[in-house]
Structure formats: C-alpha cells, structure tokens
C-alpha cells in the first residue's frame, strides 16, 4: 500500500507528520495578527499548503495552538477502510493505481444557528481534507467565492465554498456514535448534559444528534479545543501513560 503522509497546520505553523514517526519540521507562515479577519489569514495559508506541499503529502490538518491533536488516532481514522472507501467514491476500496479522488472535509460538524441546511466543520477542533478538497478549495473555491470577505469565521466560509461543488462536511462519529472532533476540554464532554430547551444552549443547538456523558467522546476521540499551557502537558502525559503513580494520585 502507498505510503500516506499528513501535514498540520497550527494558526501560524505547518507541522508536516509522516507515517514513520511523529515528530515534524516546522514552517512559520507570517500574516498579519487580525483576530476579525481570520478568513484572510487561512485564505493564505491553505494557499501556501497548496502551493508548497500539495504533491508531498496526501492529508491536510489546520487548527490553532491550543488544539490537542493524537495524530496515532488522526492517521488510524484516514487509513481506516471507511475513509478510504469514502475517497474512492463510496463504493469499493482503492486499488491504488485511481487517477481521481473524492474530495473528503472532515471535522466537527455543527449546524450554524442550529440550521439543518447550513452544515460546517468547527475550526476549533480543526479540519482535515485530502488532496482532492484541497485543490478545489485552493485552485476553484477561493477565486471565485468571498476573494474579498471580511469576517473572523473562516470555518463556515470554507464550508460555503466546498457547499457550491456539492462537497459537505462528512460525519467522523464512530460506529458508537462517538465524536471524534472535540470543541472543548475532556473533562467538558464528560460533564455535558443537554438541557430541556436546546434553543437556549448554543451547543446544544449547533450539534448534531450527541451523546452525553463518556458516550460523547470517541475512545479514540483526535482532537481537543482549548488546551492552553500546563493543561496541554498533562493532556499529554495523560494520553501517552507519562504520568508516575504518585502524579496519578493526586
């Protein structure tokens, strides 16, 4: 089987990943740090991914630097048969020797304002398309749709681009109905409880068929938003059995 390659990319930094290892080089992408124009920023950036390492890698990844990411889950999910199926055109795995793909946008879907129609993939847990939405998105999405759009949510704007070539935010849950894109902390999903009226929590009202409680998570859940400094080392050693049995303890 081909080898597969996958790059992520963090607000202001390209961290390209192979299959072989997970560390990675780093490449700072430079723009100019307007938090109401994020749609420009990333305008940018996905062009400079596309422009640099289109033919290098197969997976792409964006998210900012307080997202956690298990790239060993990441890589698991884009290998398994389902995604795989899923980009070949649903219907039988690759051979390897395809000549086309399907363009695949996955993340964590929300419905904006709770719309059934307007589905996007959250930027906060981050998104991830193959080769195929990347050379839509970058070559025959950002010419021609919002070149000049001012706005701070990129997120939906991608959507609204790949919604006009028929391409959607694919489901990631897993066979549970486990989420796999996380927009918050561990321990938020661990305690949410979906209120009586869903039209008074935004979460609630954005999301789309949940769980509560451990169920809403994905045992091998890719993904957590909101991690900031020393909650982001402990994600980590938390994760990868770092942690001693006195640490455990306390």
Partial sequence: MKEKKLVSMATFRLYSLD?????????SLFHFDVDDNIWQKVRSMWSYIYDNYYKEYDWFHIGGDDLFLLVENL????????????????????????????????????????HDDEIFNSGGSGYTMNKAALKLLVTEGFPNYFPHAHTFSEDTMVAKIFKKFRVFPYDTKDEDGGERYMPFMPGHHWGYR??????????????????????????????????????MKRLFALSYGLCSDKYMQK
């Avoid at 299959?19 to 490449?27: F, I, T, Y």
């Avoid at 009226?197 to 935004?202: A, E």
Wanted: proline content about 7%; hydrophobic content about 25%.
């Fill in 19 to 27: 299959e072989r290892n997970s560390k990675g080089s780093l490449c």
């Fill in 75 to 114: 890589r698991l999910y884009l290998e398994s048969e389902e995604i795989r199926t899923a980009a070949n055109g649903g219907i039988y795995l690759p051979f390897g020797n395809e000549t086309k793909q399907t363009p695949l946008f996955l993340g964590r879907r929300f419905r904006y304002l709770g």
């Fill in 194 to 231: 979906l209120p009586k009226d869903p039209s008074k929590d935004w979460y609630a009202k954005y999301s789309i068929d949940i769980k509560e409680g451990p169920e809403h998570c994905s045992p091998r859940s890719l993904a957590f938003h909101y991690v900031k400094d020393t909650s």
